[in-house]
Structure formats: structure tokens, C-alpha cells
């Protein structure tokens, strides 16, 4: 029996298998700064964090006809962090009780070399895109509130433009497998920013 | 009509003509008719031209007499004024008197022209209303105005005067009636302390430290009721307030953490029954709320759980060298040999049977207070560890962690680089350490204090810094003779009390460790307490004699600086006094040296033997407990090993 096609398998990232359960949604400009306010209020007690990323999206064809994933992103705005290569699995099609999407997750600190070991390995650059937004938590929950940016020129990460008028919020958390607890929190805590934003499960496969 | 005669009727006018004289004979001689012009003549004068005016000059004028009449007449009146000025003239002009009232008129006209056109000029002459008086009949509409505002204003304040009336009743009785307040009020008061938020219909509250970066799993959360048990009848009672806040089960009462330090229990097997004693709660602030000290007593059982909880998982996973033992609500390690540190957390509910069965067996001066708040002081920095900034993701989709131990997989760190990067100490160790620095200095201090005490020449005088680490105290100690401060400077100490040992630092630059035993530093302070007795006793050397007094039993030897009695003593009956053969000043100062020996050495009939090094004076002694004649052969052995020294010194 010959090697099943690597899309299929699970990826382990160790020891532990972590999943990643995801809650998205959106608000326009104009309504960031009382969104804002109001996470600031409901979050942990922190000075709030803003960040500026540029995320690469690598791309391996093999004979299947699902190409294998991998995410690469870097921070603009602090020196000396690591790369972080990030795998992200399908998503769980599980019971509709679950509120939150689940899907297989690795991430993986690198050296800064990543984009051509990548390359050596056969990847393909797919896209690429820059995001700026701000980060809060509570407790294991990662709250990003962030704004996409389309690079015009290849490579170059200044010539920027925005890609809508409108800032992405996901609400995050890993977690170890099979604790479907943490699904009722992040609802919980997504009532509580309703009518500011709607939180909700979005399958990526419909929008395609 | 017919049939009667047309009358003819002939119609004369009755123009008599006056008469103007009757002859003699009867004839009549008439005057002429007046002419036109004469008619016309005497109708002009019959104008009077001062009717317009209002004269009331009569019209006198008005007879159908002549003309000359008129002058005539008006002549004849003033005739008796101007005589012989005015004579009749019957042949004035007719139109004489017309012509002087036009003429008159003329002039009136004349002089109305003048005075209007110098005042027209408005240069030499103006015209000015004349003031008057208001009128009556205008005055009644500005007063009915002025009548009707006021009223209309009258209403408006009347109004307002009842809106403000009712606004200060309310205000007063919001705080007469205090009881009365309404559930939201209290809502928002509970607001102001406490994050709320509303689940269906209920309304939920948090108070875990869980966003203050705690990461304790207890979900914390109590819940807020309308507290609708109100009897509107009976009298409200005093503490009454509409809003109740229901707590978890398991964070209801008080607790505490209990740390205290005691010698070993010889029996192990009374573990696990902590003996509680029922802390007074902490005085809440007088014009909290009764549902503020509820709160806050539940967070406080809740972060005691969570340091115990922390304290007993350190203890059962970090190996030690004599293990940790966790037992029900007590943790119990060996900071020292023959010493035990517990520390338990003590939670009692609020259940009236508990209250009664605690004893109070355990006196509280056992438990460290200092050690309680270092926990919870190191438990609130683990928490604000867990928010620093150092733990946010940069890139943002990377994992929370600390920034550094990212860096470990792509720089490759080794285990012992991994290691020091994690904080190496617990909790439960960092509380240990604490405990036995605590304790070793409270030993130290007690050691010098009863050195102190029971050494009464030379003194000994602590003194101890008021600033102090958790790890490290420090105390200068002194040692001196009483009369000779300025000169034994020398002894100065600088103990370090560390955490398991202690440093001394001699003026002289000298450092010696010492261990946590209580015997060495005992024994090393009394062995500066000799070596400032050496140093005392190298001053005799510089004292002159003066003179020497010898009584029969009693002796004294007077110096410069003062004199020293040599009190009659049995003991020392058997030695000859040989002052007079020996040089004076070697047998004062041995004399005195011995006796101050022989009195510190007393104090410690327990001795064996010690051995000093003083360097200069070397005694060897084995002192017993036989002080008889025994004594006296000690004394010899002094004196003469003290002549022998100080021949020496002196030579030197």
C-alpha cells in the first residue's frame, strides 16, 4: 500500500497534538475605536499591543490535487524575534454543537532563513500580504484585531494598500485535543461583544 | 283768479333819503344816496379785522353809520387823551382803517417770515419742544403693561419655586431613607467594585484574579439577587439592602495561610490536624457594603487556595534533599535540622458549630506574619509575570510564551541555557529561604542579647540595620570595656546574617563564615570578648603607679586614671603579695588581668577547655569545677604565664 498523500495525514508537531479554534469576524473603520475600547475592557489588564506582520503563504504540489500549506510570518515592527512556520489542518467537521471551528495546528519557531529552506524544499510562494492591527488576551483566548494589506510590488513590504475598509477580528486559542470546554468559553466571551461584532464559525471551503 | 281784480301792487323802496336838514320852510333837504363805491367803502369798514384773533373788540362797526363815524368814533374816545391831536377829519379816505389793518397785517406777516427763517437756519435761534408733563390720558397702557408682566412673572416663578420644592423633598429623603434605596442604585454602587455581566436573565459576576493574570482554573464567578424578603409592613431593619450576592460554595468564610516555625515534633503522626485558631476577620471599612466584605473574603479564600495550591504542587514535584511532606491542608519541610517549618491553610466557614469547637491551644505569636504577606506578594508577581509584555507574540499568530524561550528552538539553547531561563525557584523554596534567614536572625540576635546579659565587663553592643533584604540582614556589633571605649576601637564586627550562614567581616579586614549552628557564633563572640580584654589590658602598660597603698587585708592601686580597688578576698588569701620585689606595674596589670579572667571565666562552669589565640598571651587552661585550692594554683599559673608574656611584650 503506498504512502498516503501527506494532506491526509495529521500532523503532529511532538508530543502533544494542539488544536486551534478559531472564531472570526468584522467590523468597518469606523467603528474600530469602540471595539477597541471595549476588549481593552473585557481583556486582561495589559498595556495594549499593536503589531505589524508580513506573512508568506507557501504552497507544495504534489500529485494530489490539494496542495500542502504552509504559513510563514515575521514581525515587522520587533527585531530579533523569530520566524514562526505555522501548519494549519482542515477543519474538523465535528458535531454542529461545537461552536468554534477546530482544525489541526503546528507552530514552529524559525531562524530567519526559513523563506529559502522553504524554497529548497520545493515550495512555492503562493501569496503574501501584510497585517497590522492589535493583540490582546484573556487568559489562553488571543483576541486580533487587524487590518490586511495587499503588497503591490513582489518583495517589496513598504508599497502597501489596503484590501478593504474593514478590520479582521479573530478570536483564537490553542489548546491540547479533545477539551471542548474551551469552545463554551470562547462563546461566552464572543456574546459579550455582540453588537459590536458577531463572532461566528467560518468554514473557509464555502468562501472558496 | 278770475273774477277778481289784479290788484296792483306797487312797491316802493323805502330809500327815504336822510334827511339831511329841514329848512324853514319845511323842506326837506336830503342827502345824496350813497354811491357804489361809497357802499362799497362803508361795508369795508365794517370789517373788523381783528375778529380773527379773538378780540373782543365789539362791532361797534358793525351801525350803518359813516364812515367818518368810525374815526370819529374811535377819535371821540381818545379825545380826552390827545387833545386837539386828533381832529375829527370827516374827509379821511374811506378805506383808511383797511388800509392799516393789511398794513398791519403785512407787518405781523413780515415778521412771522424773519422769525421762520432765522430759525429755519437753525444758527441763531431753534426751537425746542417745551417739556411737558405726561398727559393722563396717555400714562394707563404703559402701567397695564408693567401690571401684566409682573403677573405672568409671578406665575413662572411660582412654577419653578414648586419644581425646586419637590426636588429638595426628594433629595432629602433619598438620604433620610437610606434603607429605601432601590435595587439599580445598589446595582451601579456594585458596579463600580466588581465586573458584572448579564447571562439570560441573570446577572453574573467575576471574582477571580483570572484577569489579573492568574491562571488558576476556579471559574470564580458569583451571582447577584434582587433580595425581594421584605416585609413592607414590619419596620425595615437597619442593614436591610435590595441586592444579595450569592457566592461558590467552596470560597464561603475566611482563610488564611499559617506559617509558622516550631522545634521538630518529635511524633510524626499528629500531622494533618492543624490546630486553627479562629483569626478575627478583617475589619472592613465602616461604610462598605455588607456584600464588599462578602466579596472580598471569597477572592481572599480563593487566592489562598491558589498559593496553597501552588506551594503543595511545588512540594510534591521539586525534589529536595529531605522531602517535602503534603499532608490534608498542611505542608511541612526541614529547613534546619531539629526544626520544622508548616505551612497550612486554615479555611473556616462561617457555620456557628465550627466557631464553638475551636480552642485556641495554638498561641498566635507562633505564626508568621511576614512570611503570610511574602506569599501573597510572590503569588501577585507570578500573576503579573503571566501579563507582561515579554509574554505577547510577536509575530501575533505564534503561541504566548516568554519571548526568550522562543528564541531557544531557532538559536539551538542547550538544557542548562533552558534552565536558567525558566525561574529556577518555586514558590515553596523562595518561602523556605525566607523562613530560615527569619530564623537564623532572630537566633543570632537572641544569642547576643543573652551574651549581654549574662557579660557584664566587657560590653556588648548590637546594632542593627533598619534596612534589610528578604535573603540578607546585617548588624555591627561592638565590643568594649567600660572606661576604655575611645581606645578598644578595634572590636568591630560586621556580621552578614545570611540564609544559611553567616559572614563576619573584622575590622582588620578579616572574613570568617560561620555555619547556622548557634554554638559558633556563641563561641566566637566570646572569643572576641577576650581578645578585647587583651587589648584592654595592653593599656596598664602605659599607666603609671602612683603610689601604692598597703593596708592590712585590703589593697587598693592607684593609678592615673583612676583607682582599682582590690577588695579583701578569701580567695586570694594564700598569694603573697610580693608588690615591693616585682616591678609594680607587671603585677597590677597581671593581678587585674587574672581577676577579670578568673570572674569571665566563671560564668562558664560548664567548660572543659578551650583554647584562645591571643596571640600574645597563651593560656592554656583546664578549669574545674573545684575552685579551691586548685583555684589558687590556676592563679599561680597565671600570673607567672602573664609575667613571662608580658616580660616579652614589654622587651618588644
Redesign the interface.
Known amino acids: 500500500m503506498e504512502a498516503p498523500p501527506v494532506t491526509m495525514m495529521p500532523v503532529t508537531g511532538g508530543t502533544i497534538n494542539m488544536m486551534e479554534y478559531l472564531l472570526q469576524g468584522s467590523v468597518l473603520d469606523h467603528s474600530l475605536e469602540s471595539l477597541i475600547h471595549r476588549l481593552r475592557g473585557l481583556c486582561d489588564n495589559m498595556e495594549p499591543e499593536t503589531f505589524l506582520d508580513h506573512e508568506m503563504v507557501f504552497l507544495l504540489k504534489g500529485q494530489q490535487a490539494s496542495p500542502f500549506v504552509l504559513r510563514a510570518r515575521r514581525s515587522m515592527d520587533r527585531a530579533g524575534a523569530p520566524w514562526h512556520l505555522r501548519y494549519l489542518g482542515q477543519p474538523e467537521m465535528g458535531d454542529k454543537n461545537r461552536h468554534a471551528l477546530v482544525r489541526n495546528c503546528v507552530d514552529i519557531a524559525t531562524s530567519e532563513n526559513l523563506t529559502d529552506f522553504l524554497m529548497e524544499m520545493g515550495f512555492r510562494m503562493d501569496h503574501e500580504f501584510v497585517a497590522k492591527g492589535h493583540l490582546f488576551r484573556k487568559g489562553i483566548m488571543k483576541i486580533m484585531v487587524y487590518k490586511v494589506f495587499r503588497i503591490l510590488v513582489p518583495g517589496n513590504t513598504d508599497s502597501t494598500e489596503a484590501l478593504s475598509l474593514s478590520y479582521l477580528v479573530e478570536l483564537s486559542v490553542v489548546a491540547p485535543a479533545g477539551q471542548d470546554v474551551v469552545s463554551d468559553d470562547m462563546k461566552n466571551f464572543a456574546e459579550q461583544l455582540k453588537p459590536l461584532v458577531h463572532l461566528e464559525k467560518i468554514d473557509p471551503k464555502r468562501l472558496m | 283768479m278770475s273774477g277778481v281784480r289784479a290788484v296792483r301792487i306797487s312797491i316802493e323802496s323805502a330809500c327815504e333819503k336822510q334827511v339831511h336838514e329841514v329848512g324853514l320852510d319845511g323842506t326837506e333837504t336830503y342827502l345824496p344816496p350813497l354811491s357804489m363805491s361809497q357802499n362799497l367803502a362803508r361795508l369795508a369798514q365794517r370789517i373788523d379785522f381783528s375778529q380773527g384773533s379773538g378780540s373782543e373788540e365789539e362791532e361797534a362797526a358793525g351801525t350803518e353809520g359813516d364812515a367818518q363815524d368810525w374815526p370819529g368814533a374811535g377819535s371821540s374816545a381818545d379825545q380826552d387823551d390827545e387833545e386837539g391831536v386828533v381832529k375829527f377829519q370827516p374827509s379821511l379816505w374811506p378805506w383808511d382803517s383797511v388800509r392799516n389793518n393789511l398794513r398791519s397785517a403785512l407787518t405781523e406777516m413780515c415778521v412771522l417770515y424773519d422769525v421762520l427763517s432765522i430759525v429755519r437756519d437753525k444758527k441763531f435761534m431753534t426751537l425746542d419742544p417745551v417739556s411737558q408733563d405726561a398727559l393722563p390720558p396717555k400714562q394707563n397702557p404703559q402701567t397695564l403693561q408693567l401690571i401684566s408682566k409682573k403677573k405672568s412673572l409671578a406665575g413662572a416663578a411660582q412654577i419653578l419655586l414648586k419644581g425646586a420644592e419637590r426636588l429638595t423633598k426628594s433629595v432629602t429623603e433619598n438620604q433620610e431613607n437610606k434603607l429605601q434605596r432601590d435595587f439599580n442604585s445598589e446595582l451601579l454602587r456594585l458596579r463600580q467594585h466588581w465586573k458584572l ?1 448579564k ?1 439570560g436573565d441573570k446577572i453574573l459576576g467575576d471574582l477571580s484574579y ?4 492568574s ?1 488558576f482554573p476556579h471559574h470564580g464567578t458569583f451571582e447577584v439577587i434582587k433580595n425581594t424578603d421584605l416585609d413592607l409592613d414590619k419596620k425595615i431593619p437597619e442593614d436591610y439592602c435590595p441586592l444579595d450576592v450569592q457566592i461558590p460554595s467552596d470560597l464561603e468564610g475566611s482563610a488564611y495561610i499559617k506559617v509558622s516555625i516550631q522545634k521538630q515534633a518529635p511524633d510524626i503522626g499528629d500531622l494533618g490536624t492543624v490546630n486553627l485558631f479562629k483569626r478575627p476577620l478583617p475589619k472592613s471599612k465602616p461604610g462598605s457594603p455588607h456584600w464588599q466584605t462578602k466579596l472580598e473574603a471569597a477572592q481572599n479564600v480563593l487566592l489562598c487556595k491558589e498559593i496553597f495550591a501552588q506551594l503543595s504542587r511545588e512540594a510534591v514535584q521539586i525534589k529536595s534533599q529531605i522531602p517535602h511532606i503534603v499532608v490534608k491542608n498542611q505542608i511541612i519541610s526541614q529547613p534546619f535540622p531539629n526544626l520544622q517549618l508548616s505551612i497550612s491553610l486554615c479555611h473556616s466557614s462561617n457555620d456557628k458549630k465550627s466557631q464553638k469547637s475551636t480552642t485556641e491551644k495554638q498561641c498566635p505569636e507562633d505564626h508568621l506574619y511576614v512570611l503570610e504577606h511574602n506569599l501573597h506578594l510572590l503569588i501577585r508577581e507570578f500573576h503579573k509575570q503571566t ?3 515579554i509574554m ?9 510564551g516568554h ?1 526568550r524561550m ?2 531557544s ?3 539551538a539553547f542547550d538544557k542548562n541555557e533552558i534552565n536558567s531561563l525558566q525561574s529556577s525557584e518555586g514558590l515553596l523554596e523562595k518561602i523556605i529561604k525566607q523562613a530560615k534567614h527569619i530564623f537564623l536572625r532572630s537566633r543570632a540576635a537572641a544569642t547576643i542579647d543573652s551574651l549581654a546579659s549574662r557579660i557584664e565587663d566587657p560590653q556588648i553592643q548590637a546594632h542593627w540595620s533598619n534596612i534589610n533584604d528578604v535573603y540578607e540582614s546585617s548588624v555591627k556589633v561592638l565590643i568594649t570595656s567600660q572606661g576604655y571605649e575611645q581606645i578598644c576601637k578595634s572590636i568591630q564586627l560586621q556580621l552578614n546574617i545570611g540564609v544559611e550562614q553567616i559572614r563576619v567581616v573584622h575590622r582588620d579586614g578579616r572574613v570568617i563564615t560561620l555555619s547556622y549552628q548557634e554554638q559558633e557564633l556563641q563561641d566566637f563572640l566570646l572569643s572576641q570578648f577576650v581578645m578585647d580584654l587583651k587589648v584592654a589590658a595592653r593599656l596598664w602598660f602605659s599607666f603609671l603607679v602612683t603610689n601604692v597603698k598597703t593596708f592590712q587585708k585590703v589593697m587598693f592601686y592607684k593609678i592615673t586614671n583612676g583607682v582599682i580597688f582590690v577588695d579583701h578576698s578569701k580567695k586570694f588569701s594564700g598569694i603573697k603579695w610580693k608588690v615591693e620585689t616585682l616591678f609594680i606595674k607587671w603585677s597590677c596589670l597581671c593581678l587585674h588581668l587574672a581577676l577579670v579572667y578568673y570572674d569571665f571565666f566563671q560564668m562558664f562552669p560548664k567548660e572543659v577547655s578551650r583554647n584562645f589565640d591571643l596571640k600574645c598571651l597563651q593560656i592554656n587552661y583546664k578549669y574545674k569545677e573545684e575552685i579551691t585550692s586548685k583555684g589558687v594554683l590556676f592563679l599561680k599559673t597565671i600570673i607567672r604565664k602573664c609575667l613571662f608574656s608580658t616580660l616579652k611584650l614589654f622587651t618588644l
Open positions: 455581566r447571562v483570572r484577569s489579573a493574570g491562571l501579563l507582561s509584555s505577547m507574540p510577536h509575530p501575533a499568530s505564534a503561541p504566548f519571548k522562543r528564541l528552538g531557532p538559536q
